[in-house]
């Protein structure tokens, strides 16, 4: 079962989103996980139903929250190596402590999916990608929140946009705008093995004034801004 982080994570929405933000999310969501459609897959599209009827319900007021239990590592958790989607996109290093007390600097290559097996000597883990409600991952695509100016979503236009991969320059039109969408091909993961090149969807959200840290932090991190 979800909770709320995990279920933003699967709608690729960040905190506070309003319900239209919500509805739009699942739209997009459900289409490309429904099981009659190309790359649909039911666990995921299961998923996605449960992740917007939770976050559609309001938090409950007045309710004790209990610390969550504590849960017992087992040898399979050891095996589980979680890295973020940069990580996946890029390949890099990462430092593993294991249970003897050993210390292991494994090198990721680029392309790497949840799922895959990768040897580090003689250990061997299972890579588990771990996204937020800024960049996460489907299948081989990237998904990036991208805040912008209402009027760029009316009106469309070319902008410069500034996302944790770097800087990219889309063209926006009306349509995109009213759906909330734009895909760039083959600006996914990589082809890696038997896996093919994903896309970059750059899921569109309407700029607006707050005081929430977190939400100041996801608009410097995705400010847009008419390119000249």
Known sequence: MLDRKQARAVLGVASGAAPAE???????????????RPGGDAERFRQVVEAYRLLSEPIPTGTIIQPPATVRKTA???????????LSLNGGVVLRETTDGRSLKITLPAGLRSGDLLRA???MF????????????RGHDLWVTTPLHPH???????????????????WITKKAGERGLVRLA????????DH???????????????????????????????AA
């Open 186 to 193: 083959g600006q996914g993961l990589p082809a890696r093995g």
């Open 126 to 137: 299972e890579i588990a990608v771990r996204g937020d409600a800024q960049i996460m991952i």
């Open 22 to 36: 919500l509805r739009r999310a699942f739209r997009e969501a459900a289409k490309g996980a429904h099981p009659d």
């Open 121 to 123: 000597g003689a250990d």
């Open 76 to 86: 399979q958790d050891d095996r589980i190596l979680p890295i973020t989607p940069l």
């Open 196 to 226: 093919p090149q994903g896309h970059l969807f750059l899921r569109l959200t309407e700029q607006t004034r707050t005081t929430d840290t977190a939400t100041r932090t996801l608009r410097r991190r995705f400010a847009a801004a008419w």
């Open 152 to 170: 760029v979503l009316a009106q469309g236009g070319r902008v410069a946009v500034d996302t944790p991969l770097g800087r990219r320059v889309v």
